[in-house]
């Protein structure tokens, strides 16, 4: 069992900046695929970045150059740095933790970015 928390969401304005982390409960990341998603209302979820157990990323086209994923290993958590951010980045981000066949969800984290 893993548990995923993740913290860092909150309001800011356009063109602002936020990190997200998500903390997982025990080292999994030697084995795990990381990623970040997000779903805005009436949306479905979105992947938008992930990071493979050999450190391999992959994005979304919509935030390639604004948003990076990485990981400290020591303190098994997992961050998303955000900037440049847009009002079409308001959603709620959830962590997840992907092994086949099962995954892990966080409890997810609001961001909105609004003037």
């Known amino acids: 069992q893993v548990q995923l928390v993740e913290s860092g969401g909150g309001l800011v304005q356009p063109g602002g900046s936020l990190r997200l982390s998500c903390a997982a409960s025990?080292?999994?990341?030697?084995?795990?695929?990381m990623g970040w998603y997000r779903q805005a209302p009436g949306k479905q979820r979105e992947l938008v970045a992930r990071?493979?157990?050999?450190?391999?990323?992959n994005y979304a086209d919509s935030v390639k150059g604004r948003f990076t994923i990485s990981r400290d290993n020591a303190r098994n958590t997992v961050y998303l740095q955000m900037n440049s951010l847009k009002p079409e980045d308001t959603a709620v981000y959830y962590c997840?933790?992907?092994?086949?066949?099962?995954?892990?969800w966080g409890q997810g984290t609001q961001v909105t970015v609004s003037s």
């Open positions: 025990r080292n999994i990341f030697s084995i795990y695929v």
């Open positions: 997840n933790a992907y092994l086949f066949p099962g995954d892990y």
């Open positions: 990071i493979s157990s050999g450190g391999n990323t």
